[in-house]
């Protein structure tokens, strides 16, 4: 069974920086495809992005290439979101997914597996 726990949200200023991580465990798999969304208040829960085992295939949200950054190390089993040049609408709890499969999560959908999410809130 997999296993995702989010961590390194917190409060940040607009225009500042924040680094999250997921850590995860249970099997691995070579397909697998991990990825981050968010839910700010009110709102459904939206793609941020996702990455494919390699790191060689990156998908993100259109409005956040610029300032989001995914990547993984599988060596450590981690996962992790760069988030630069905060706004005020990054406010959200974040969330941790992974596709065993790969094609849910860069095709528009979800996989399996959610971590408990971490909160961020960027003050302007």
């Known amino acids: 069974q997999v296993q995702l726990v989010e961590s390194g949200g917190g409060s940040a200023q607009a225009g500042g920086s924040l680094r999250l991580s997921c850590a995860r465990s249970?099997?691995?798999?070579?397909?697998?495809?991990m990825g981050w969304f968010r839910q700010a208040p009110g709102l459904e829960r939206e793609f941020v992005a996702a990455?494919?085992?390699?790191?060689?295939?990156?998908k993100y949200k259109d409005s956040l290439k610029d300032r989001f950054v995914i990547t993984r190390d599988n060596a450590k089993n981690m996962l992790y979101l760069q988030m630069n040049s905060l706004k005020s609408e990054d406010t959200a709890v974040y969330f941790c997914?992974?596709?065993?499969?790969?094609?849910?999560?860069?095709?528009?959908?979800?996989?399996?597996?959610w971590g408990r999410g971490t909160q961020v809130t960027v003050s302007s």
């Open positions: 249970g099997p691995t798999v070579r397909t697998s495809v």
């Open positions: 997914n992974e596709d065993p499969g790969g094609l849910r999560l860069l095709y528009g959908g979800s996989g399996d597996y």
């Open positions: 990455i494919n085992w390699g790191g060689g295939h990156v």
